[in-house]
Nanobody, 124 residues
Framework: QVQLVESGGGLVQAGDSLRVSCTASGRTFRRYAMGWFRQAPGKEREFVAG????????RYSDSVKGRFTISRDNARNTVYLQMNSLKVEDTAVYYC?????????????????WGQGTQVSVSS
């Protein structure tokens, strides 16, 4: 069992940067693959980025590749999503998710553990 708490959301302007964090409870965080998802009003929750454990392999959706970076600090039980060159269409509630596996997957059904979400709003 793991509990996840996101933080760091806020209101920024297009082109700005923002970093959101997700801190997990539990001693086995390092054995969880972590994912970031987002959900805009009226839309389905979508995959943004994921990071495995072990070699820390990462994957990104095409819409954020080259702008967002996912990373993890196992000593702090925390995963980060650094978001650069933000666009208005990045506005959403951002959720982190965990799965007890080596690799992250880009589907919501692959993650049994979810945080409560943090709002990211990008104005033009």
């Amino acid at each position: 069992q793991v509990q996840l708490v996101e933080s760091g959301g806020g209101l920024v302007q297009a082109g700005d940067s923002l970093r959101v964090s997700c801190t997990a409870s539990g001693r086995t965080f390092r054995r969880y693959a972590m994912g970031w998802f987002r959900q805009a009003p009226g839309k389905e929750r979508e995959f943004v980025a994921g990071i495995g454990w072990g070699d820390g392999s990462t994957r990104y959706s095409d819409s954020v590749k080259g702008r967002f970076t996912i990373s993890r600090d196992n000593a702090r039980n925390t995963v980060y999503l650094q978001m650069n060159s933000l666009k208005v269409e990045d506005t959403a509630v951002y959720y982190c998710a965990a799965r007890e596996s080596i690799v992250a997957v880009p589907t919501t059904s692959g993650y049994p553990y979810w945080g409560q979400g943090t709002q990211v709003s990008v104005s033009s």
